[in-house]
């Protein structure tokens, strides 16, 4: 089982993604690189780096794939795009929020309890995350590959069932995730290992905890 411990940093509103995104190339990039379905086999390497401020959690992704699909609108089917996700869960409980990203920053965003049990997060919590995307390819032996980031900013508002007040010193449970259902790859991987037969990142049970320092 693995445990993250995330930084504290300066970071003052009105936020500016740009910062924010030099801040977290300065923090250590932690793989998301569990394949616990390894029939599935993929070309991917992806990871991310994380931080706080206190108000808001600050959160950059890196990937590396051959393919690229962004279809989705928001609370689209965002994971059958190239789609990177953080999964939370505040107070020890089965609810969590689900938080799904493509890699053009459209989103997915619920709460609830199990795969089935969820409610998609109002609008106006929603509107306040930021995000930046910087897309860059390149040939390598005659096969194009994708490189891209996106940094995010999620104030406490998005995560409206709970009226957090800070970060400082809390412990979450939570786990990270890159996928591409219709990818000609489709992929499903993980920061912690998921016990599953078949791909299922629903799954609390399977979150590792996160300390904000």
Not at 31 to 36: D, E, V, W
Not at 64 to 86: I, M, P, Q, R
Not at 172 to 200: I, Q, S, Y
Request: proline fraction near 5%; charged fraction near 20%.
């Amino acid at each position: 089982m693995q445990q993250l411990k995330v930084p504290f940093c300066m970071a003052s509103t009105p936020w500016q993604l740009e910062e924010i995104s030099n801040v977290l190339d300065g923090q250590a990039m932690i793989p998301i690189a569990c394949n616990p379905w390894p029939e599935f086999g993929h070309e991917v390497k992806a990871g991310f780096s994380m931080a706080h401020c206190r108000e808001a959690i600050l959160l950059k992704y890196y990937v590396e794939e051959s393919y690229l699909l962004a279809a989705a609108t928001a609370n689209g089917e965002v994971h059958k795009d190239s789609c990177v996700e953080f999964f939370v869960a505040f107070d020890g409980d089965e609810h969590y929020y689900n938080l799904e990203f493509n890699c053009i920053g459209w989103y997915k965003a619920g709460y609830g309890s199990f795969r089935e049990n969820r409610d998609t997060l109002p609008a106006e919590v929603t509107d306040r995350i930021q995000t930046a995307t910087n897309i860059r390819s390149s040939v390598q032996n005659g096969a194009r590959r994708f490189y891209w980031e996106l940094t995010m900013v999620l104030p406490l508002e998005v995560f409206c069932f709970h009226g957090i007040q800070g970060l400082s010193d809390l412990k979450v449970r939570g786990n990270f995730h890159k996928c591409g259902d219709e990818l000609p790859t489709p992929h499903f991987l993980t920061w912690n290992h998921v016990r599953a037969e078949e791909p299922d990142f629903h799954r609390v049970e399977d979150f590792a905890d996160i300390l904000f320092l």
